[in-house]
């Protein structure tokens, strides 16, 4: 078998970003949103209503169509003009989407009790039950819809835009940087990447510019931070919200038991991990790790490459030992040209996965340069349209799962391969190095997006009731790191709270813990696949079914039967990561 390196996109559309089949499909989308906004107006009858609701779905899988097309056309060729036109396009589609979705969301709010029960009693939302009772509930929680307008309207000025600013700042940042004799204008992400340098001495330096740089900058960057912030508390006091999480936790659907539980178990399992850390510091030749040593990679001297057919034959064998319908459905993509893997210029950087709904089919992006991390990315992406194919029969609001549980079944397909590539590795070096990449990959879970937590809930609570300084911030992100890292660095990154994008995004708050929810979550599960005999493929398929139709308590009471609330759970994925420590050490000793 041959596996092509090339995506088929012609299934979907001929003709690529000329395609005047795709131009017909978005006119008529177009179309289809105009007809039902027009429907939506005056009263509605309860057949109505659920017409509008359906139709809805349907043109959101539509736009969802679109814009996965839009997507692997940018991705595949960043030259492409006429593909950026294309995107213009697309957000039109998705801001009147968005109108429409609004609509009917405060049409179900105005419903009284009992015409609420009967609605979602209908077999036409017998999917989407969940979904409605959410959509009704944030509205209740939420300002009147006249409020909640005007609200929206100023953020526009008022938050959006101190988001904005934040982005534009940053990337007219030119930092001077010394490099093979000559002083370079780095931007902020070229600076970042010199951090990661597997050479310590680059890194060191680039660190300690990085610091000055953003210290530079940081008056300014305090006022964008304190004001959005200021702008989102005012409007949670409106609404009369005191607890800061109450969003992030909704929009995730967990509860704060379940977050303090994870949080707890944590920290209870840091002390085993500073082991790894001393290891870590012995290998580079240092006394203690600095902030920037704990994610970067240790100097590799053979670097082994794995071609792009030994990589596809690989991630479906191993994904066979774990689940026969993952490694068929592995199979059927990497064959039928779901993938666009080629190593060539003219691609724009990175991975991703988008959906082709109207077809049930997937898409993947990446370049495939032979690297080991290569292979666990395709693996991670291949999970991500597993989780897609398992939810294809849903409703369209029933395949709308939170960020928490975005990346459970990308980090479970990477997950497996990683393991199999450190059991097969037969170089001590090499592995030594996959299994330092696993840890440190925890590591940023559990003590940066620690330290990122422990500084968002401590800033937003002080700003309550006043604006916060540079020297006040730098002290409490510093603060926060030397509590999420247990003390055991040499060197701390105050200003991280202004050089970090993450808090500064207006769309989601709380960028940070669904990320290490998310990789738990998904440890904790593949422990239990790991465990079970044989009878786990159809209570994982079920999960991933259900992930955007329950709360995450009731996801993991029905699938796994475990309590989220309780730290058993969040040992047991611990422990998977504590088994490579010990490894680690063993071997790193020998
Ligand atoms: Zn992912």
Not at 541 to 557: G, K, R, W, Y
């Amino acid at each position: 078998m041959h596996y092509p390196e090339n995506w088929d996109l012609e299934t979907f559309f001929k003709g690529g970003s000329e395609s005047t089949e795709f131009q017909t499909f978005l006119n008529e989308t177009g179309k289809e949103q105009d007809q039902l906004e027009a429907d939506l107006k005056g009263t509605l009858t309860e057949d109505e209503l659920v017409n509008g609701l359906v139709r809805v779905q349907e043109i959101a899988v539509r736009a969802q169509h679109a814009g996965g097309f839009v997507s692997c056309l940018t991705a595949q060729n960043v030259k492409d003009k006429q593909a950026l036109l294309l995107q213009g396009q697309l957000l039109e589609l998705s801001a009147k989407q968005q109108n429409l979705v609004a609509s009917l969301d405060q049409m179900l709010a105005e419903l009284d009790e009992n015409a609420f029960a009967q609605l979602i009693a209908r077999l036409e939302l017998e999917d989407v039950t969940f979904n409605l009772n959410e959509k009704r509930q944030k509205a209740k929680d939420k300002l009147s819809p006249e409020e909640e307008k005007l609200a929206s309207g100023l953020a526009i000025d008022g938050y959006h835009a101190w988001g904005n600013f934040y982005n534009q700042a940053v990337g007219r940042m030119e930092i001077p940087f010394e490099e093979d004799g000559e002083t370079k204008l780095l931007s902020a992400g070229q600076l970042q990447n010199r951090m990661n340098s597997s050479d310590r001495s680059v890194r060191e330096k680039a660190f300690k510019v990085n610091e000055e740089a953003w210290q530079k900058e940081a008056d300014v960057f305090s006022q964008t931070l304190n004001h959005l912030a200021g702008f989102r508390l005012k409007l949670y006091e409106a609404r009369g919200w005191t607890n800061v999480l109450k969003e992030p936790l909704s929009y995730n659907r967990m509860q704060e038991q379940t977050l303090n539980a994870m949080w707890d178990t944590i920290t209870a399992n840091k002390p085993a991990l500073y082991k790894f850390m001393e290891k870590k510091a012995e290998l580079i030749g240092v006394d203690k790790l600095s902030f920037h040593d704990v994610t970067a990679p240790l100097p590799v001297e053979n670097d082994q490459k794995i071609s792009y057919q030994e990589a596809c034959e690989l991630i479906i064998k191993h994904f066979r030992t774990f689940s026969p319908e993952l490694a068929d459905f592995t199979e059927g993509a990497l064959r039928d040209g779901w993938i666009e893997a080629e190593d060539r210029p003219g691609k724009r950087p990175g991975g991703f996965c988008t959906g082709f709904p109207l077809k049930k089919q997937s898409r993947i992006f990446m370049t495939y340069d032979g690297s080991m991390a290569n292979v666990a990315t395709l693996a991670h992406e291949l999970g991500h349209a597993y989780h897609t194919y398992c939810l294809k029969e849903k409703q369209p609001f029933a395949r709308q799962y939170a960020m928490n549980v975005a990346e459970t079944a990308s980090t479970f397909a990477e997950t497996i391969v990683a393991d199999a590539l450190v059991e097969e590795a037969t170089d001590k070096e090499l592995k030594l190095s996959l299994l330092e990449n696993k840890i440190s990959r925890a590591l940023a879970f559990f003590m940066n997006i620690h330290a990122r937590f422990l500084f968002e809930t401590r800033f937003y609570e002080a700003r309550k009731t006043k604006s916060l300084s540079v020297n006040e911030l730098n002290a409490l992100m510093e603060e926060a790191q030397r509590e999420a890292y247990g003390e055991q660095l040499s060197a701390y990154s105050p200003t991280f709270w202004a050089s970090k994008l993450h808090f500064h995004i207006t769309g989601v708050p709380f960028y940070n813990f669904p990320y290490t929810f998310g990789y738990l979550f998904s440890l904790g599960i593949y422990k239990q696949a790991a465990e079970s005999e044989g009878s786990f493929e159809q209570a994982y398929i079920s999960l991933l079914e259900d992930t955007a139709s329950m709360t995450v308590e009731e996801l993991a009471q029905k699938h796994l039967q475990a309590d989220l609330t309780d730290s058993s759970f969040w040992q047991q994925a611990i422990d998977v990561v504590l088994k490579d420590v010990e490894e680690f050490v063993r071997l790193s000793e020998q």
